[in-house]
């Protein structure tokens, strides 16, 4: 076989949400790059599937490009994966995709589950056009991007993580008071809720436990009122 990344998205949360083709297609690579090779390991055993794994991570990407690249240049092929979802969508990898297309190595993406087009697709708000923003810089430069995406006329798509997920809500309600908003927690999970309303609102209803899980946040359109 010639040298070839496959980029292979995988469920975000229901381990049934992933195709035959992914299976398939991970049963034949040599080698698998992974975020966590814990949370990779179950989605393998849980198809039967036995793969040597290579940690590939955010901080372990830049120093480990060239050793992938070198296997990939012995005739080896290779899947990158993410903990859940589509690879390179707000997780690592686009840096070794780019290197491996400068040196002429075919890569070949499978589709899958990708929590921002699911959460987009079932939150009811205008999809024919949205910008997705992924997470907002934790500290240096987010009061700016907030301020920016605040004169967003488009819809808006943001991820945000269990730490954060009170503070923004509350950043909603000073940058986006009057637009609405859909927040998606733990999609295709087994404890999946949706919280819709104004900032405000929203505000009102936090529950005073403490809330966990991935959440995707959806922001409707300047002007665009519910019905």
């Known amino acids: 076989m010639e040298p070839e990344i496959f980029v292979i998205a995988t469920p975000i949360g229901n381990l049934g949400d992933i195709s035959f083709r992914a299976v398939e297609t991970l049963k034949t690579v040599d ?3 992974c975020e966590d090779t814990r949370i990779t390991s179950r989605l393998l055993k849980h198809y039967g599937i ?3 794994l290579v940690s590939f991570n955010a901080q372990s990407e830049s120093r480990k490009i060239n050793k992938v690249l070198e296997r990939l240049r012995n005739d080896e092929v290779c899947a990158l994966v993410s903990d859940a979802g589509t690879p390179t969508i707000s997780d690592p990898g686009a840096r070794l995709i780019n290197e491996a297309i400068k040196k002429g190595i075919k890569i070949t993406g499978i589709p899958g589950p990708n929590a921002a087009i699911l959460g987009l697709s079932i939150s009811g708000l205008p999809t024919d056009s949205f910008v997705f923003e992924g997470f907002l810089p934790q500290k ?3 009061q700016k991007k907030l301020k920016e995406l ?3 006329k488009r819809t808006i798509v943001l991820y945000e993580s269990t730490y954060r997920i009170e503070k923004i809500i509350k950043e909603l309600v000073e940058y986006f008071p009057e637009r609405f908003v859909v927040i998606h927690r733990e999609l295709t999970k087994m404890h999946e809720e949706t919280w ?5 609102e929203l505000m009102e209803k936090l529950p005073e436990r403490k809330i966990k899980g991935e959440f995707v946040i959806i922001i409707a359109p300047i002007n ?3 019905k």
Do not use: D
Request: proline content about 5%; charged content about 40%; overall charge positive.
């Open 150 to 152: 605040s004169t967003e």
């Open 224 to 226: 665009w009122v519910e």
């Open 31 to 33: 080698f698998i790059l």
């Open 196 to 200: 819709r309303g104004y900032p405000s």
């Open 50 to 52: 036995k793969k040597e």
């Open 140 to 142: 240096k430069g987010r």
